[in-house]
Each structure stands twice: as C-alpha cells, then as structure tokens.
C-alpha cells in the first residue's frame, strides 16, 4: 500500500477525533482536501485492501462522502467523548484493553507505551493529552507520522496498537444518535487497514461506490 494514502487516512482520523478546531476542520472537510481522503480509501481498497469496501456499509458510504460540518463534529465530541456523561465513549485505548473483572480505567499499560514511544522519539504530546496518550488522535496521529518516515514500523505500529477499535466501534453503534455513523466510518477504515496488515490480504476490488458525489 502508498504509505502517503495511509498516512492521509490516519491524518484524517487525528483531526476527527482530537478537539475540533473551526478553521482546521472546515479546511479539511472543504470539497478538494476531502476528495483527497476519499480516493486515498479508494486507492487502498481497490489495490490491496478488499476488506475495506466489506467493512463499509452504504449507509456509511453515505456519511463518509459527506462529512459533518464543524458544529456537528464539536456537539457530537462535547456529548460522547466526554468522560462520565451517560453516553459517553471517550476513544482512549486503557478503556477497552481491560478484562471482564476489571473496571476501565485511564492510565493502562497502552497508555505508558504510547508516552514512553513519544518520549523515545523526542516528541511532547499536546497539553490536552497529556493524561491519555492512547487517545486515538493521538496513535492515529503517531501512525501518520511513522508512515511517512518508516512504511514498515508502521504496519508493525498500527497492527498492534488498533486492534481495540473493534470494542470502541461497538460502543459507538450503540449510541443514540445518527451522526455516530460518520465517526463508524472513520474507524471502519482503520479497522480494514488492520486486518489486511495483519492478514496480508491483497484482493483488487472495485470501489467506485465510495467516489464523492
């Protein structure tokens, strides 16, 4: 797979799960930089990843040709990834690598990995994450940074380290609230980009479909 379309795809999944800045996200959500994420899913779907245009369904299709705009994005964090709101589904690792005795909790052995690699490689992490570096914007954000230094550390990175967001997109889909399939889409990818890594899946498919209209 281009390590750059991956890159951009981990790129796209840091600013929609990190706190939504307005001239950021209407920057990436404007009709030619979303169009770009859009045929990097394509590109990688079509060449080496056929489990991507399995995982999404047309309903998701739908939000993905259409982000949400900046209002939708900030309401939809300020109701779910808020920690100890009644439908809260904050999207830190610690809090789905846990077993059924354990009661999740911020701070687990994800969340030391993710400070001590930061740390390793002479990176701080912004303020506001400074209490969970397993944040996904976080590791998505490390994940592009890795792909366009080193395409093979990587694949190791993100083979490891995403395999909790199959427990995180359970919680989102249970949400009451529509704009959950946008954010379901966005990890679909993710989670597509994991498995062929892992499985070393390289089917071609035809993924039209996903073509902004």
Request: charged share 25%; with cysteine; proline share 4%.
């Amino acid at each position: 797979m281009d390590a750059e379309k991956k890159a951009l795809v981990f790129e796209v999944a840091r600013a929609s799960f990190a706190p939504a800045e307005r001239d950021a996200w209407i920057a990436l959500a404007a009709f030619s930089t979303w169009s770009g994420y859009l045929d990097a899913c394509s590109s990688i779907a079509r060449d080496e990843c056929a489990v991507l245009s399995d995982l999404l369904a047309s309903g998701e299709l739908d939000a993905l040709r259409h982000p949400l705009d900046y209002e939708a994005v900030r309401s939809f964090a300020a109701r779910h990834f808020t920690g100890g709101l009644p439908q809260s589904v904050v999207p830190v690792e610690s809090l789905y690598r846990t077993n059924p005795s354990q009661v999740p909790a911020y701070g687990g052995p994800s969340a030391r990995y993710m400070g001590d690699l930061a740390s390793s490689m002479g990176l701080e992490l912004p303020a506001r994450f400074a209490s969970t570096p397993d944040h996904l914007a976080v590791e998505a954000g490390m994940a592009a940074l890795l792909y366009r230094s080193d395409a093979n550390l990587a694949d190791s990175f993100v083979s490891e380290r995403f395999t909790w967001l199959a427990d995180f997109r359970l919680a989102l889909v249970a949400l009451d609230d529509d704009e959950r399939m946008f954010f379901c889409a966005l990890v679909d990818v993710i989670v597509a980009l994991v498995e062929c890594i892992r499985s070393g899946r390289h089917e071609a498919v035809s993924t039209n479909n996903l073509e902004r209209k």
